[in-house]
């Protein structure tokens, strides 16, 4: 999953994850839809009916491992961050990209102290709660 999020740093497309397209890690901190209404729009319009498998939100962050079926990402949100920033900043001879170290952490440069990042990760899961099982519906 890191290695997806830093496809578009290793390229040089973008400087940063937070700032890259089309990525997991962008979606996570800058939602761009609600996933219930783009598959209810899409359906409408037919556009999904040449896909054999049903569209997937992306999982939670758990945060903890429990004694319990657990079905998100046994990272928390900010943990996953820090670990793709770090992984970013590594030099890759055989890659044209990476974080530049000059570049202050993540969670600075998304201008949040870690209070601040705890709300905004918890009303991120909270939004996307009701849609995680969206796509059984059909």
Do not use: C
């Amino acid at each position: 999953m890191a290695y997806v999020d830093l496809n578009p740093v290793r390229a040089a497309i973008a400087e940063t994850p937070e700032t890259s397209d089309y990525t997991s890690i962008k979606e996570r901190l800058v939602p761009r839809f609600n996933l219930s209404d783009a598959i209810q729009a899409q359906s409408e319009q037919l556009f999904l009916k040449q896909f054999p498998l049903p569209l997937k939100p992306l999982l939670l962050f758990e945060g903890v491992v429990r004694n319990e079926p657990q079905l998100g990402i046994l990272f928390s949100l900010s943990d996953y961050l820090e670990l793709v920033d770090y992984t970013g900043r590594i030099l890759n001879p055989n890659k044209r990209g990476h974080i530049p170290e000059d570049q202050p952490p993540i969670l600075k440069r998304l201008g949040l102290s870690t209070d601040e990042w705890l709300v905004e990760a918890t009303e991120f899961e909270a939004r996307y709660r009701d849609n995680r099982w969206a796509h059984l519906d059909r």
